[in-house]
DNA sequence: TTGTAAGCGTTATCAC
DNA sequence: GTGATAACGCTTACAA
C-alpha cells in the first residue's frame, strides 16, 4: 500500500542503501542517481515511515505536555507557545488535558517510559505520583512543585501576590479577601497567598483567604463565589486568583446588584492577552507566558541532551491596572 | 539502559515470545509462568517501545488537530472535548497551531503520510493546500470546507446568522452592522453572513458587512474595529462573528463612551461555555462544541476502520439571550 | 503450554 | 560511489 525504500529502490534502480543515502544526503551520489532516487520518491509520493526511524534512532520527535486543560486561556496560550517554541526546534507535542483524571497523567508518563515522548513538560494539580520517582527522566515543570530533581518554571508568585494586594490597599480599602486554590495542593500559587498575608498584617489589617479548587465546575464555582458573598457581605476587594475566576465574580457581583469599582475593587491573576484584550478594565497581575515557555523548552532540551540545569527558574511579572481597582 | 522484552524474559527464565504473550494475554499460560512475567516486568519497571509497537501494527494510535491556534477559547474548548474524546477510544493527539503559518499545514499531513498519526482532524483556514487531493485519507473537517471528499463537520451557521440578525430587529434597531472573515475563505461561517444578509433585506433593511481577517494580531484588531466604528457612526448593532471579536468590540465601545445595550446593541458568536459564564450579558450564538467534537470523533474512527460516512453532519446552534442585545 | 524464526521499514557498518 | 547485511524492539505464525 504505503511505498517504502525499497519500492523506491527498485523504480530508480538503485540498492535500499543508496536510496536511504540519498534521503538523509550521506556520502557522495552522483548528480545522475541524485536524480533517479528524486524522481521515484516523487512518483510513489514516498514517505518514510515515522516508526521505523523511531525505533533505529530511539527519539521521537515528540513531546508531550500534560496540563489541566486548554480550555482555559492560560494554559492555551501556554500551549500555543509551548507548542510553538517546540516546532521551532523540530519537535512536534502530544497534548493531554489531566484534569479531573489521575490516571491520564500517570498514563502519559507511562507512555514516556515507553519512549513514545522523548519528554515531559508537566503544569497538573494531581500530586504525588509514584512514577515521579523516576526523576532521572527529561521532565520539567511549569507552576507546580515537582520531585525535587524536576526543574520547575514559574514566574514570581510571591512578588504578584505583593502587587495586587498593594495595589487595594493603595486604593484605600481595608476589607480585602484572597482567593486560592486549597492549601493542600503545594503550589506555587500558594505563594500568592502567603505574600497576602504578609502585606495585610504588615499594615495591620486581617487577612481572609477564601479556598476554592480549580477544578470545580463552572457551575459549582458559580455557587461557592456566591457564599464568598454571603460569608462576607462587607468586603471592599476581592484579589482572586486568576483571571477566569475573575470574571465570574464580577458578573456574580453584577448579579448581586453591585458595581465594580464602585462598591467592590476586583484584582485577578494571569494576565492572558485574551483577558487583557476582552476585559482591559480588569486590574491584574500579568505572567509572562511567552516567556515561561520559553524557559521551559530551552530547560527540557537541556535535560534532553544531558545538559545541567538549574532547578528553579522564576520570571518577573507585572502589574496590569485597569479600573477595577480604582476606587 | 531502558528494558526491552528480553530482558523480562532472561529475568523470568522464559523466552521472548512468552513474555509477549503475557504483555498481550495470548493463549494460555501456566499461573507460574504468568507471575514470573509480571514480577520480571515489575522489578525491571519494563514498559514497552511504541516505536517497536507501532512499526509491526502498522498504527499509531495518534491523532493530528491543526486548529489555528487553542489559545481561542473555541479551538481550546474543541480540542479539549477532542482530546477527551479520543482518550476514551485509546487515541493520543498531536497538536499543531497553524495560525499564519501554511507550511505546518502541509508539514503535519506529510506526518500523516509518513505513517505518524492514524488520522487528523482540521480546523484551519488556509485553503487549496496540494496534498489535500489525497482524500482517500482519513481527515475530518470541522467548520472549514475542504476537498469534496473530506467529510465536515460544523454547526448550523445559516440558522445563527437568522437567530442572531432576528434577535437585533426584535430589539427595534435598523441600522445593524455585521463582521466576518473576508469571503475569500470560503469557511461555513460565510454563511453566516448570508442569512444576515437575507434576513436585512427581508425587512427591507440595508445589510452593511465589515470585513475582518481572523488572523490579524489583537492590537491591528483593534485598530481595524476603531475604523469600524468611524465608517459607521450612527450604527445601532453589531453582530461580530465571534465573542473573542465581540469583546474586543465592546471594550472598545466602552472605550469611546458608548454604553452597551444603551448605545450599542451586541451580538456574538460561538457561545464558549467560558464567555457564557465571565461575560453572561452578552448575547450569542451557541456552537454545540462537545456535540461537534463528538460526531467529528466519531466519523473519523469511522473513517479509519473503512466504513463510509455521511459528508456533512450540520449540527444546531443556540440563542443564548444576554442583555447586550436589549433596547 | 512454550520456543524458534521471520518480518515490520529504516539506518549504519563495512566491504566491494 | 554503491550494495549486502545486521540491528532497532516487538509480534505472531508455526513448531515442538
Same mark, same amino acid.
Not at 462587607?234 to 476587594?237: G, K, L, Q, R, T
Not at 453591585?258 to 464602585?262: D, K, S, V
Given at each position: 500500500m504505503k511505498p517504502k525504500l525499497e519500492d523506491v529502490a527498485k523504480l530508480a534502480g538503485v540498492s535500499k542503501t543508496t536510496a536511504s543515502h540519498v534521503l538523509n544526503n550521506r556520502g557522495y551520489l552522483s548528480e545522475k542517481t541524485l536524480e533517479k532516487v528524486h524522481d521515484a520518491m516523487e512518483t510513489l509520493n514516498y514517505q518514510p515511515n515515522a516508526a521505523a526511524r523511531q525505533l533505529f +534512532?530511539? +527519539?521521537?520527535g515528540l513531546i508531550g505536555l500534560i496540563f489541566p486543560?486548554? *480550555?482555559n486561556p492560560f494554559f492555551g496560550e501556554l500551549v500555543n507557545y509551548l507548542e510553538y517554541e517546540l516546532y521551532q526546534r523540530d519537535f512536534k507535542v502530544i497534548i493531554g488535558n489531566s484534569l479531573q483524571d489521575t490516571h491520564k497523567e500517570t498514563d502519559y508518563l507511562n507512555q514516556l517510559l515507553a519512549g513514545q515522548v522523548d519528554g515531559l513538560i508537566l503544569g497538573t494539580h494531581n500530586q504525588g505520583i509514584a512514577e515521579y520517582k523516576y526523576s532521572h527522566l527529561p521532565v520539567v515543570a511549569i507552576d507546580r512543585v515537582m520531585n525535587s530533581d524536576i526543574p520547575i518554571v514559574e514566574s514570581d508568585n510571591y512578588k504578584g501576590g505583593i502587587l495586587a494586594t498593594q495595589r487595594l490597599i493603595n486604593a484605600g480599602v481595608t476589607r480585602i479577601i484572597h482567593t486560592n486554590g $486549597? *492549601? *493542600?495542593?503545594?503550589? $506555587? %500559587?500558594?505563594r500568592r497567598r502567603t505574600a497576602y498575608e504578609k502585606v495585610m498584617t504588615d499594615y495591620g489589617l486581617e487577612p481572609h483567604t477564601f479556598t476554592i479548587d480549580f477544578r470545580l465546575s463552572f457551575a459549582e464555582k458559580k455557587q461557592r463565589y456566591n457564599e464568598l458573598f454571603e460569608i462576607y457581605p462587607?468586603?471592599? %476587594?476581592i484579589f482572586v486568583s486568576n483571571d477566569v475566576d475573575a470574571g465570574i465574580v464580577m458578573s456574580i457581583a453584577k448579579e448581586r446588584g453591585?458595581?465594580? $469599582? %464602585?462598591d467592590l475593587l476586583v484584582v485577578g491573576y494571569d494576565g492572558t492577552e485574551l483577558m487583557r484584550n476582552m476585559v482591559p478594565e480588569l486590574t491584574t497581575i500579568v505572567q509572562p507566558i511567552e516567556e515561561m515557555a520559553k524557559v521551559a523548552v530551552d530547560v527540557l532540551l537541556k535535560r534532553i541532551s544531558g545538559t545541567k540545569t538549574e532547578l528553579e527558574y522564576i520570571l518577573p511579572v507585572d502589574l496590569w491596572e485597569g479600573e477595577t481597582s480604582n476606587r
Open positions: +534512532k530511539q +527519539k521521537t486543560t486548554v *480550555s $486549597p *492549601s *493542600s495542593l503545594e503550589t $506555587p %500559587a500558594q462587607d468586603m471592599e %476587594a453591585q458595581n465594580i $469599582p %464602585a
